[in-house]
């Protein structure tokens, strides 16, 4: 059973950074698409960013195109999100979840098609 751990979250000013991780244990991650989610009081859960297995493909929701890079290391089976000029409404819980061979397309993908997901870690924007 693949499990999936995020750190990283915590209060930052606008237009501070932060960088999360999703830690997987239990399966190796070089088969599974990384998505990172975010759900913000009262709002749906949105899909932010994807990495391929491979890592060969990489997509953003347009509101954080230039902010956030996703990036993975699957010899420690991580993968980050770096999030730069942080702003207000990046507020949200964070979490990342795994698709495998997922991440195709130039879509993100929808939150029923990742299998495993972590517990979430809370990114704060505030001044």
């Known amino acids: 059973q693949l499990q999936l751990v995020e750190s990283g979250g915590g209060l930052v000013q606008p237009g501070g950074s932060l960088r999360l991780s999703c830690a997987a244990s239990g399966y190796t991650l070089d088969y599974y698409a990384i998505g990172w989610f975010r759900q913000a009081p009262g709002k749906e859960r949105e899909g932010v960013s994807c990495i391929s297995g491979s890592g060969g493909n990489i997509y953003y929701v347009d509101s954080v195109k230039g902010r956030f890079t996703i990036s993975r290391d699957n010899a420690k089976n991580t993968v980050y999100l770096q999030m730069n000029n942080l702003k207000p409404e990046d507020t949200a819980v964070y979490y990342c979840?795994?698709?495998?061979?997922?991440?195709?397309?130039?879509?993100?993908?929808?939150?029923?098609?990742?299998?495993?997901w972590g517990q979430g870690t809370q990114v704060t924007v505030s001044s």
């Open positions: 979840a795994a698709d495998y061979m997922g991440c195709v397309g130039g879509v993100i993908g929808k939150e029923y098609e990742y299998d495993y």
